[in-house]
């Protein structure tokens, strides 16, 4: 719930909560080889298509690495005992020098006029809530580390330092080790088997934890809360995950992300710490929800393939195409699908079926999110899209007749969102890019949970509520490269119109208004 | 008598010849690294253009060498020997952008020619790989050389005669002499950034 608000005091203009944190490009390859960003980056982080190469091949050169290493590895053993393997440890190697770099970034953002707003729903006298109109933040200091041991092993860990919270929401980003091209000793098509541990983003068309854009995806945070509240249908899912979340587990995964199939499954689970993430939705209120049923582990597959478009066949196969002037990134359109399935498990205190004995009883509710991409890219102009369907079963508490508690649950009527993007980024320049973004999110649950003041929450806490059940957000920016590690961001976000109602009746205070921000982010890694 | 005297010309004129065949030496100071310097046109004066080609490689992510002189006309071969996709050209001769040219992309293990016949600085970059650069230094006269590391240089076969002699150095602003050269002339220069 604490996350739902936070993603709702979003659209209020709180726009800092949902700056994206974990953008990032590795100065240490950089130093590693001798060459800059945009080798691998068109507009950091966002990888160009040698960029995908050297990370499927498990951060390294896709062909005869070691000429290019300026920096020599570290052995950890001679090559030739590997004869003498299992009499020994298998030799393997580490960057010759650390390989760790570091971010900081720093904001500003300036609101709508209309921004406080929600202020006219307290009672007379009381302090509100105050959004600045404009407004300097500090952004994150994170440090990354990646790189590979050696004998086909890759590793990544990203932390952002000054922040609490998971991968796109800061603290531990990824922290996996990942064995590329198992396939070879299998005798199967060369990186058609990798596999990864450890902590890490799911294999998302687009990365969250990963974006160049300041703001996330609204559909990649989308959390799916039932009705609170008798303006709807009794809902009583409380499903904190989101697909941005980090997933602890294991991945397997195949093919290339600059060409051909790609493909990638996981099984993982999202929340074992057994600490309840709020109260349910629904009465008695004496429940703890998880977000996942960490006995039963999610699943995520995700299927794509990328049709390279050059009519030269080696250029189509090769790793980047190979134009008039130079070598640039393929023209391409990729299709993919994604499918997410879950179980959530909500714990209540309830009787036994004699309608009188003590007993905790779990409602446990399937779902599923399932999903669809395209991507396309002409030269300098790369359009993409996401769409998303999100599924929660929906098990009602039941109490029996002449029972102290409930007794049962019984199914109803699904929870469900939908939703997506659209974004056109066109690189201009070599250090200039226009992007052009849409968001929506479709969740009547998100409607109908805020369009009624709860007097249970705290003062402060007004509420507010989309116009309609469809939240678009309209995203022009533009950001320009200062040096290949230092970049300035401009974002302009047209939201979606609000409401503040009466409290007591219901009725309109405040008719619909806008809290669009405009933000400037400012970053540098080395 | 009549076969001395048919000799004899030809004896005179060799040693004539070389007796008129200088060389200019010295060092090039206040830089580190290689510098190049060479004999600037002469006028009235052409060169055949040279039919020996000389290859410039990338390998590593890094042009090799890092400079190199050529005589006005000579054709230089541009080799891939990375797995990577590289492309090589340069904005402008001397800071004439309509000299600019580029390449285009080949791959490993594949050459692509290009004839120099505009004296000059050429700055060679890749267009995929921005810390890639290079320098071809082609010079109007075949009267050239690359220091050694120390800055110190040696040319060749330059005839007697009065000549402007410039020295270059990468990020260093050039600098041109009057040489005057009798045999064997020493000349050294003194170069700043």
């Not at chain 1, 080798?39 to 190469?53: E, M, Q, R, V």
């Not at chain 1, 499954?265 to 939705?281: E, K, L, R, W, Y």
């Not at chain 1, 200039?432 to 968001?439: E, G, P, S």
């Amino acid at each position: 719930m604490m996350r739902k608000r936070l993603s709702l005091l979003f659209l209020a203009g709180f726009v800092a909560l949902s700056l994206s944190p974990s953008a990032m490009a590795i100065p240490a390859f950089s130093r590693r080889y001798g060459t800059s960003c945009t080798t691998c980056h068109s507009d950091f982080p966002k990888l160009n298509d040698f960029g995908k190469a050297f990370k499927d091949a498990g951060f390294k050169f896709p062909k005869d690495d070691e000429s290019f290493l300026k920096q020599p590895p570290t052995l950890l053993g001679a090559p030739a005992q590997a004869e003498l393997w299992p009499h020994t440890v298998y030799p393997g190697s580490i960057p010759g020098q650390l390989p760790v770099g570091l971010r900081y970034n720093t904001y500003y953002q300036q609101i709508g006029a209309n921004r406080n707003n929600f202020n006219q729903v307290l009672p007379a006298g009381t302090v509100g809530n105050f959004i600045p109109k404009s407004d300097f933040q500090p952004g994150y200091f994170s440090i990354f580390t990646a790189g590979s041991m050696g004998t086909g092993i890759s590793w990544w860990v990203d932390d952002d330092i000054s922040v609490a919270g998971a991968n796109a929401n800061g603290a531990l980003g990824d922290g996996y080790l990942k064995f590329n091209d198992l396939s070879r000793f299998l005798k199967l098509p060369k990186d058609s088997l990798n596999l990864r541990a450890g902590q890490f983003e799911l294999d998302l068309p687009v990365s969250q934890a990963r974006t160049w854009n300041l703001s996330g995806w609204d559909i990649f945070s989308e959390q799916n809360v039932g009705i609170q509240n008798g303006l709807g249908p009794a809902q009583n899912v409380t499903n904190g995950s989101a697909m941005e979340d980090a997933a602890n587990g294991v991945e397997f995964s195949g093919g290339h992300a600059y060409g051909g199939y790609h493909y990638s499954f996981a099984v993982f689970d999202q929340n074992t710490t057994g600490v309840n993430i709020s109260p349910p939705n629904i009465g008695p209120q004496n429940a703890v929800a998880f977000n996942s049923d960490a006995n039963f582990k999610d699943m995520y597959g995700r299927l794509a393939y990328r049709f390279n478009l050059e009519k030269d066949p080696v250029s189509r196969n090769d790793v980047q195409a190979a134009g008039t002037t130079g070598p640039r990134d393929h023209t391409y359109l990729t299709l993919g699908s994604f499918y997410f399935y879950g179980r959530t498990a909500t714990p209540f205190s309830g009787v036994l079926a004699d309608g009188v004995t003590p007993a905790v009883l779990t409602a446990r509710e399937p779902f599923y999110r399932i999903g669809g991409d395209v991507n396309f890219n002409y030269r300098t102009l790369n359009v993409f899209g996401v769409y998303l369907a999100a599924h929660d079963r929906n098990e009602l508490p039941v109490t029996a007749p002449g029972a102290a508690g409930i007794t049962s649950f019984a199914p109803s009527s699904p929870v469900t969102f939908s939703g997506g993007f659209a974004e056109a980024d066109y690189l201009a320049l070599p250090w200039a890019m226009t992007i052009m973004r849409w968001d929506q999110v479709k969740s009547s649950a998100d409607r109908i949970n805020f369009i009624e003041y709860n007097p249970a929450s705290p003062p402060g806490s007004s509420f507010f509520s989309p116009y309609s059940a469809t939240r678009n957000r309209f995203t022009p920016g533009e950001q320009f490269l200062i040096h290949a590690n230092i970049k300035t961001s401009i974002e302009y976000q047209i939201m979606p119109q609000q409401i503040v109602y009466n409290p007591a009746t219901g009725a309109v205070i405040t008719g619909p208004f806008r809290t669009n921000a405009l933000i400037v982010g400012l970053e540098f890694l080395y | 008598m009549k076969r001395i005297n048919l000799v004899a010309p030809i004896v005179i004129a060799a040693l004539s010849t070389a007796a008129f065949a200088g060389t200019i030496h010295g060092k090039v100071s206040g830089v580190s690294g290689e510098s190049v310097v060479y004999v600037e046109a002469v006028a009235g004066k052409t060169f055949p253009a040279p039919t020996a080609h000389v290859t410039i490689d990338q390998k590593g992510l890094m042009f090799m060498p890092h400079v190199t002189a050529v005589a006005l006309g000579t054709t230089v071969e541009f080799l891939n020997s990375d797995s990577v996709a590289h492309n090589v050209f340069w904005p402008s001769i001397s800071g004439n952008k309509k000299l600019g040219h580029n390449l285009g992309t080949w791959p490993q293990g594949q050459r692509k020619s290009f004839k120099f016949d505009d004296p000059g600085i050429v700055s060679l970059l890749c267009n995929v790989h921005p810390e890639m650069a290079a320098y071809v230094i082609v010079s109007p006269t075949p009267y050239f050389a690359v220091t050694d590391s120390s800055g110190n240089f040696k040319i060749d076969n330059v005839p007697d005669g009065a000549y402007t002699v410039t020295a270059w150095h990468e990020g260093a602003k050039n600098k041109s002499n009057p040489v005057k050269v009798a045999g064997d002339t020493s000349a050294d220069f003194t170069l700043s950034k």
